[in-house]
């Protein structure tokens, strides 16, 4: 090829070279149909995951597979899709704006639902002429005892009463969280004061009245915190905390006292009620009396109509209606039985999750309990551990605002990780500092209230100090867990440790402050083992 062209022999001198002919432009000589069209839609099939994304693509153009045959010789969208996705480099471009993140909140509404939750003690300095008494069974006057029942009872009830509410807010519902709310709270308040009546042994009437305002006022806070009235829910109890600062300093009288208890409990009472009142009327349809019907279990039934689930519950999407084209399904009074049966079978596996939060409530206010009272439940001629009891209240609120950085850290750590192992390692580090800072932050709550509280224990004790950590890595892990799902495991956990505890107090085993380090440090490592487990699961983080 290198060569010169050379005439043929004999020919003139004039005569040109020979040059083949070019070939003539065939069809199989044209640009491939599938390479032009995925040059295309480069852009889009590159950052595509899988080739029914292209395939969804081609379908919404038009392209039907008589013409995908024709045109590109495969045989439907589907193949020209696994073409395309086989033929264009995968190449997934940043987006131009960052990616919104839902777990972002104020520091300061968290510290402010910190205090809120830890006002309400200012009422038991108020209420102390009601509380005091001849020493029970218990060690603790005979006043404490019908209160400590009622607020067991309380955090029990409506952990689990708040953990609907929120369900139904998750989904959009506001109307349906007040009703579960509106039913819900009532039932709470009348179940804590019969159990602090029935626990009232030898204490005054004084007592059991004081115990059922307090399941009052849990019923109603709860109902302002589910609802996101903090603010209204401070500003109610800024009386009572007025007077409970004025008798550090000077005595109060008694009916003065009795005042300012009644206030605060009428103010936030009346505040949650009207928080939740306007859904009577939305179920009446502007009739008080049908609304306050409808809240009964059934209560919307009207000869055969449209059955309505218990009030906090949805109803099946077919009650009262007869299964058309079901065979054995009878229209009438078979058709509305079976839907009642559906609507109760539906409501067991809710219930399931709500007894599952209900139970984890009461674990830790049990353990709670024990990190204040220990020593005197004990015999123990001590001090009451109270401040102990305030610093862990308090902590809820940077508590809560370090679990939303958990979980901002960690899908900040989804959207930059390539692999599950560093996913796990973002996750992990994250998980390290966030728990490094709640103990922190306890820590200094712990060591200040000690200093501030009167009479109070020391607080550089070292087996206290170390259970009282230990406990804020349970209550944390818990919070955490609860927020991955995994209720179940966590209630199991502090239940367990409040039953271990209970044992050893019963059976008069050890030292109150070393069972608890005890009990809080297994407590503490089987929950870090339970997140440690779902760590690295990306569902878990949803």
């Known amino acids: 090829m290198s060569g010169s062209l050379r005439t043929q022999p004999g020919a003139h001198e004039a005569t040109r070279p020979l040059v083949p002919s070019q070939r003539r432009s065939t069809s199989w000589g044209r640009p491939d149909p599938i390479d032009e069209l995925a040059a295309e839609l480069k852009e ?7 080739p029914d994304e292209v395939a969804a693509l081609l379908e919404s153009d038009g392209l039907s597979d008589d013409q995908i045959r024709e045109r590109y010789g495969v045989t439907n969208s589907f193949a020209l899709a696994e073409e395309l996705f086989a033929r264009v480099d995968r190449s997934y471009p940043e987006p131009d704006a960052p990616a919104p993140d839902p777990w972002v909140t104020g520091l300061i509404g968290c510290l402010l639902r910190g205090v809120v939750f830890a006002l309400p003690g200012l009422g038991y300095v108020l209420a102390g002429p009601l509380l005091a008494g001849p020493k029970g069974a218990f060690g603790l006057p005979a006043g404490t005892v019908p209160m400590l029942a009622g607020a067991l009872c309380g955090w029990t009830w409506n952990q689990g009463l708040a953990h609907r509410a929120y369900t139904w807010m998750g989904l959009g519902d506001r109307s349906a969280a007040r009703r579960a709310l509106l039913v819900g709270t009532p039932a709470g308040v009348l179940l804590g004061s019969l159990v602090a009546f029935a626990a009232a042994g030898s204490a005054g009437r004084g007592a059991v009245a004081f115990a059922a305002g307090q399941s009052g006022y849990l019923g109603a806070a709860t109902v302002l915190l589910v609802m996101g009235r903090e603010r209204t829910l401070l500003a109610a109890l800024a009386p009572m905390t007025a007077g409970a600062a004025v008798t550090v300093f000077h005595p109060v009288p008694d009916l003065a006292r009795m005042a300012l208890l009644l206030g605060s409990l009428a103010a936030v009472a009346l505040l949650g009620l009207l ?6 009327r939305e179920l009446g349809e502007g009739s008080w009396g049908a609304g306050l019907i409808a809240l009964l279990p059934y209560g919307r039934l009207r000869g055969g109509a449209e059955p309505s689930g218990r009030a906090g519950e949805p109803r099946a999407a077919s009650a009262g209606r007869p299964a058309a084209g079901k065979p054995g399904t009878a229209p009438g009074r078979l058709g509305t039985a079976a839907a009642r049966l559906r609507v109760r079978r539906s409501a067991a596996g809710r219930h399931a999750g709500t007894v599952a939060y209900a139970l984890f409530g009461l674990g830790s206010g049990v353990l709670v309990l024990y990190a204040a009272l220990g020593d ?13 009891a305030v610093a862990l209240t308090l902590s809820m609120g940077p508590a809560e605002w370090l679990l939303f950085r958990f979980r901002s850290g960690s899908l900040a750590g989804l959207r930059s990780s390539t ?3 560093s996913f796990r390692r973002a996750s992990a580090g994250t998980l390290l500092r966030c728990l490094t800072g709640y103990l ?6 712990g060591l200040g209230v000690s200093a501030l509280w009167p009479h109070a224990p ?37 239940c367990a440790a409040a039953l271990a505890q209970t044992a050893a107090l019963v059976t008069h085993t050890g030292d109150a402050h070393w069972v608890g380090l005890i009990v809080y440090g297994a407590a503490a490592g089987a929950q870090t083992l339970l997140v440690c487990a779902r760590l690295g699961k990306v569902t878990a983080h949803r």
Do not use: N
């Not at 889009?44 to 899988?50: E, G, I, L, Y």
């Not at 005197?376 to 102990?388: Q, S």
């Not at 922190?440 to 709550?445: C, E, Y």
């Open 44 to 50: 889009f099939v590159t950052a595509a995951v899988h």
């Open 275 to 280: 928080e939740v009142a306007p859904v009577v």
């Open 376 to 388: 005197v439940l004990t015999g123990a001629r001590t001090a009451v551990a109270a401040p102990a």
């Open 419 to 421: 692999s599950a192992r």
């Open 440 to 445: 922190a932050s306890l820590l200094v709550l």
């Open 458 to 494: 020391a607080a550089a004790d070292g087996v206290r100090l170390g259970g009282l950590l230990l406990l804020g890595v349970v209550m944390w892990t818990g919070l955490l867990l609860q927020s991955f799902g995994a209720v179940t495991g966590t209630a199991a956990v502090v």
